[in-house]
Protein backbone atom coordinates (compact mmCIF):
# COMPACT_ATOMS: atom_id res chain seq x y z
CA UNK A 1 0.00 0.00 0.00
CA UNK A 2 2.46 2.22 0.89
CA UNK A 3 4.26 1.70 -2.81
CA UNK A 4 0.78 2.56 -4.13
CA UNK A 5 0.48 6.09 -2.64
CA UNK A 6 4.08 6.99 -2.98
CA UNK A 7 3.31 5.97 -7.11
CA UNK A 8 0.33 8.04 -7.00
CA UNK A 9 2.10 11.10 -4.70
CA UNK A 10 4.52 11.26 -7.80
CA UNK A 11 2.70 11.17 -10.54
CA UNK A 12 0.49 13.81 -8.81
CA UNK A 13 3.61 16.00 -8.41
CA UNK A 14 4.90 15.70 -12.25
CA UNK A 15 0.86 16.39 -13.43
CA UNK A 16 0.97 19.58 -11.34
CA UNK A 17 4.19 20.67 -12.48
CA UNK A 18 3.14 20.12 -16.34
CA UNK A 19 0.08 22.35 -15.62
CA UNK A 20 1.85 24.62 -13.84
CA UNK A 21 4.34 24.99 -17.39
CA UNK A 22 1.71 25.16 -19.42
CA UNK A 23 -0.26 27.52 -17.43
CA UNK A 24 3.22 30.22 -17.58
CA UNK A 25 4.52 28.94 -20.61
CA UNK A 26 0.36 30.40 -22.57
CA UNK A 27 1.09 28.20 -25.07
CA UNK A 28 -2.02 25.17 -25.34
CA UNK A 29 -1.05 21.42 -25.54
CA UNK A 30 -1.46 20.47 -28.75
CA UNK A 31 -1.06 17.38 -30.79
CA UNK A 32 0.34 16.68 -34.66
CA UNK A 33 -1.49 17.77 -37.45
CA UNK A 34 -0.37 15.39 -39.68
CA UNK A 35 -3.26 12.61 -38.97
CA UNK A 36 -4.53 10.27 -41.69
CA UNK A 37 -5.98 11.13 -44.71
CA UNK A 38 -9.35 11.44 -43.65
CA UNK A 39 -11.95 14.42 -44.07
CA UNK A 40 -11.21 15.40 -40.73
CA UNK A 41 -10.45 19.11 -40.57
CA UNK A 42 -6.66 20.54 -39.18
CA UNK A 43 -7.20 22.92 -36.09
CA UNK A 44 -3.99 24.19 -35.90
CA UNK A 45 -3.26 27.97 -36.89
CA UNK A 46 -0.73 27.41 -38.98
CA UNK A 47 -0.34 23.79 -40.28
CA UNK A 48 2.66 21.80 -40.05
CA UNK A 49 4.80 21.04 -42.55
CA UNK A 50 3.34 17.16 -42.71
CA UNK A 51 -0.03 18.80 -42.82
CA UNK A 52 0.92 21.18 -45.76
CA UNK A 53 2.15 18.19 -47.83
CA UNK A 54 -0.98 15.84 -47.38
CA UNK A 55 -2.94 18.61 -48.93
CA UNK A 56 -0.94 19.32 -51.67
CA UNK A 57 -0.90 15.88 -52.58
CA UNK A 58 -4.68 15.59 -52.30
CA UNK A 59 -5.23 18.53 -54.49
CA UNK A 60 -3.15 17.40 -57.06
CA UNK A 61 -4.58 13.92 -56.86
CA UNK A 62 -7.99 15.75 -57.31
CA UNK A 63 -6.77 18.35 -59.67
CA UNK A 64 -6.49 14.96 -62.05
Known sequence: M???LITFAVMLIVIAIMAIGVIF???????SCGGGMSKAE????????KRKKMEAEANLIQES
Open 2 to 4: AMF
Open 42 to 49: CVCVEKCD
Open 25 to 31: GRRAIKG
